[in-house]
Nanobody, 120 residues
Framework: VQLQAFGGGLVQAGGSLTLSCAAS????????MAWYRQVPGNERELVAS???????NYAGSLKERFTISRDNTKRTVSLQMNSLKPEDTAVYYC???????????????WGQGTQVTVSS
């Protein structure tokens, strides 16, 4: 199982960016999917999560600017980020709780991380 994240880059403050993450490999089912971010020297923190049925959860006030979504058919999770601020600069990681077979307990998998840099 692999998670491949893409869509990061450099954007000016106030701009928008969409991150996407695709799961591939031998997958029976995907439970929660989420985005985290990490700044050097800090712990990785939750940005947003989404259940298999589409229920979402956001950290703090990020819900006002960020939107998480998923496509269960394509096994993807996306993060639409609007009104970006310099403090949103971080490496963004996707993760997913994936069951490879019906008889194997689900395990958390992480993507490789994608850099988002917001210039002032």
């Amino acid at each position: 199982v692999q998670l491949q994240a893409f869509g990061g880059g450099l954007v000016q403050a106030g701009g928008s960016l969409t991150l996407s993450c695709a799961a591939s490999g031998r997958i029976f089912g995907i439970n929660d999917m989420a985005w985290y971010r990490q700044v050097p020297g800090n712990e990785r923190e939750l940005v947003a999560s989404i259940t298999s049925r589409g229920r979402t959860n956001y950290a703090g006030s990020l819900k006002e600017r960020f939107t998480i979504s998923r496509d269960n058919t394509k096994r993807t999770v996306s993060l639409q980020m609007n009104s970006l601020k310099p403090e949103d600069t971080a490496v963004y990681y996707c993760n997913a709780d994936i069951a490879r077979e019906y008889y194997i307990p689900a395990t958390i998998y992480w993507g490789q991380g994608t850099q988002v840099t917001v210039s002032s």
